[in-house]
């Protein structure tokens, strides 16, 4: 250890050996080659440092070939097109764009170099571009810089690859024979993602996996839970598995705002809007379609968002998502999109439009999609003030029949909505009375599967009711409707086939003045929540519609969403982060049980991960449905012995609490018996502790604090 001395000791020392301190040039000084006296120099932590790093490789430029081969005269024409296609991905350097040139004829030599600030970016570059169209002549090969030495290396003779061993990956639906047929969810608070298991059972959530910034905005399932899909500014990224979610795939997309499965599974569309450079033009508008097994991008469309805002609501910059809407069930065979008096229907065989051509629809302004069958419901409003009648139309895809039209007349509004199997179609439509000062609301109802498609007409008894929410029930043929303008409407059920009169609407029910404002069935069909959300502060009415009679009433104070799982069997209400209090979600059984409750601050996002449809028959089904004692034999043995060892846990845990409860009497009176003397002195020698044996008494003693005195003239 080397000593140090103060300036003090310093001057000392100097005055001691007649030296002034005042004339020494201290510089002037220097130690013998290689001496240092063992005093460590101030720069030799510099020399224990991490060494510099220097960039070393390419990893950021990357090479296109396949351009255009111009003369001088078209080259900054060219350049400025491809600076635009590549400026939006990332940030080319300063000097960092090449196109080299024939020095002989001065025209370019169909490639080029671009070097981004990040090799991140220039790898993205390479995935969104490669393969990308400028014209039909000129399709993009992009590579990086630091391959072509690989592609150097490459050997003039071929020879056989070598054959590896086949490694099978995790079973993407191992999730679904998990032994006690829980469901899993997805939820989102602050920075962290997590998935769990619902095990009811135990009346808690289980762990599954966790990362902390797995998404910069929001996940989603895909439609058959295969996938759970995250948003970064890259791209988006789908991962799968039953515990480890490993990245299966990744679909560049930079600045991605929202996504979209198709049913199944096959497709994931991307959407991003981007600032143009003049304030006075629309957004830009980036649309890819996705393989989900090769991220290869199969489509895109480009446009402003004036091109994409026609129909439908909600979105990003005036755009209603999804734009695309898949048709044709779970085979994903064409997908559609609305225009000026268009609607576009594309085939996944080829992804282009069928017969080449859009389907002319003059001013129709919404369609949707059964959810079974490729048949298109149009909606066109009245023109010319009601000369030309509203109308619905159904159309057959791919070959544009028209199965069905209704007129409507003096309407104000409509909305469609199809049953889960596609069975019926419910067309509510608002019109105008005679006077045109006010509104009525009645339904259209489409029996889609029945001979030439009837149509039904249902009025309600008072049409002055507002319809506040309409739900099918899942697999069923019964719906339900809240109406009403008073702070509690009320809400009724229908069915589309009641005894003889399976041709008819007949309502079943109304019940009266309920706190209800959304109707949420479960996927299982007959029983039904009646929830007030918002202003009614998480009302909730579990209500069975087979026995027409409630279950159960409770709240979950502020919530802002309910969700059934994929099975029916537990429901859960959630408040999310619109609210500042209370965040987190409660767990319910399907009869509204209160199973537990998790409290998460800053909570975003809760969503159960979906089931396929399952590979049993519907006469298996059936026949499960009457024998379901049989089957059920095996769960409830289980739910017994869980039961039993509930039982067992909340006897040790009282067990526990009660030897905790004696050690701290037998610790009290530990301390309390060698205290025993200290009290026995304060009582003047009385050694007994028993209050009944002393005598209490009140004494009163007053003090004089002060006394003044003051003359007061009566002057």
């Excluded at 497709?267 to 890819?288: A, C, G, K, Q």
Aim: hydrophobic share 35%; aromatic share 12%; charged share 30%.
């Amino acid at each position: 250890m080397v000593d140090v001395m103060s300036m003090d000791e310093i001057r000392n020392t100097a005055d001691r050996l007649n030296v002034n301190l005042e004339t020494l040039d201290l510089d002037s000084i220097r130690l013998p080659p290689g001496e240092d006296f063992d005093i460590p120099s101030d720069d030799e932590d510099l020399k224990e440092g991490d060494p510099l790093e220097f960039e070393e490789g390419f990893g950021n430029i990357i090479v296109v070939d396949n351009l255009p081969v111009v003369p001088p005269e078209k080259v900054e024409k060219l350049v400025g097109v491809i600076r635009k296609i590549y400026g939006q991905i990332g940030t080319i350097k300063e000097d960092g764009f090449y196109m080299p040139e024939d020095p002989e004829t001065k025209k370019t030599l169909g490639y080029c170099f671009i070097e981004y600030n990040t090799p991140q970016e220039a790898e993205l570059a390479k995935e969104t571009t490669h393969g990308y169209k400028l014209d039909r002549s000129h399709i993009f090969a992009v590579n990086m810089f630091d391959d072509i030495e690989k592609f150097i290396k490459v050997p003039e003779e071929w020879a056989p690859p070598e054959t590896r061993p086949y490694i099978p990956g995790e079973n993407l639906q191992k999730w679904l024979t998990d032994e006690k047929a829980r469901d899993q969810f997805v939820i989102r608070a602050g920075s962290e993602t997590e998935v769990l298991w619902n095990d009811a059972r135990q009346s808690k959530a289980e762990p599954v996996y966790r990362k902390s910034y797995w998404t910069e905005s929001f996940v989603q399932w895909s439609p058959l839970g295969t996938y759970l899909a995250t948003v970064h500014r890259q791209g988006a990224a789908l991962w799968g598995g039953a515990t480890t979610f490993n990245r299966l795939m990744r679909c560049a997309h930079p600045q991605v705002k929202l996504i979209d499965f198709s049913p199944g599974e096959r497709f994931l569309v991307t959407y991003s809007s981007h600032e143009p450079s003049n304030p006075r033009d629309t957004h830009r508008v980036v649309i890819n379609i996705f393989d989900v097994r090769t991220g290869k991008v199969m489509r895109d469309f480009k446009g402003n968002a004036d091109e994409f805002a026609v129909g439908g609501t909600g979105g990003v910059s005036g755009v209603s998502w999804p734009v695309f809407r898949w048709g044709g069930g779970k085979d994903d065979k064409y997908f559609a999109r609305i225009g000026k008096n268009v609607v576009s229907v594309y085939e996944t065989e080829t992804f282009t439009l069928i017969d080449k051509k859009s389907i002319k629809v003059e001013n129709v302004v919404d369609f949707s999609w059964s959810p079974t069958d490729p048949i298109l419901a149009l909606y066109v409003p009245e023109l010319g003030g009601g000369n030309q009648p509203a109308r619905v139309s159904l159309v057959q895809i791919p070959s544009k029949e028209e199965l069905r039209q209704k007129n409507l007349f003096s309407v104000s509004d409509c909305k469609m909505y199809w049953q889960s199997n596609g069975d019926y179609l419910a067309v509510k439509v608002d019109r105008y009375t005679k006077t045109k000062k006010s509104t009525y609301t009645g339904f259209e109802l489409f029996r889609i599967k029945e001979r030439d498609i009837p149509i039904e007409v249902l009025e309600l008894e008072n049409k002055n009711d507002k319809i506040i929410a309409f739900a099918w029930e899942p697999k069923g043929h019964r719906f339900a409707v809240i109406h009403g303008d008073n702070p509690k409407p009320d809400v009724s059920f229908y069915t589309m086939r009641s005894g003889t009169h399976t041709g008819r609407v007949t309502k079943l029910a109304t019940i009266k003045g309920k706190q209800a404002n959304a109707l949420f069935w479960s996927p299982a069909g007959r029983f039904i929540i009646l929830a007030g959300l918002k202003n009614f502060n998480g009302q909730l009415e579990f209500y069975n519609v087979d026995e027409l009679e409630t279950m159960t009433q409770a709240d979950h104070f502020m919530a802002t969403d309910v969700e059934w799982d994929p099975t029916g069997r537990y429901v859960v209400t959630a408040v999310t982060s619109v609210h500042e209090m209370e965040n987190g979600f409660v767990v319910w059984s399907f009869n509204g049980k209160q199973l537990y409750k998790i409290l998460k601050d800053h909570f975003f996002q809760f969503s159960w991960r979906p089931r396929p449809p399952s590979f049993l028959s519907a006469e298996k089904e059936e026949e499960i449905a009457k024998n379901l004692k049989k089957y059920s034999k095996k769960y409830e043995a289980e739910d017994q012995d869980v039961s039993m060892l509930l039982s067992e846990q909340d006897r040790e845990k009282r067990k526990m609490l009660k030897e905790e409860w004696e050690r701290w009497v037998g610790e009290w009176k530990r301390l309390h018996e060698e205290d025993k003397l200290e009290r026995q002195k304060l009582r003047d020698g009385e050694a007994s502790d028993e209050e009944q044996e002393y005598e209490a008494k009140e004494v009163e003693m007053e003090e004089v604090l002060d006394v003044s005195q003051e003359v007061i003239s009566f002057d």
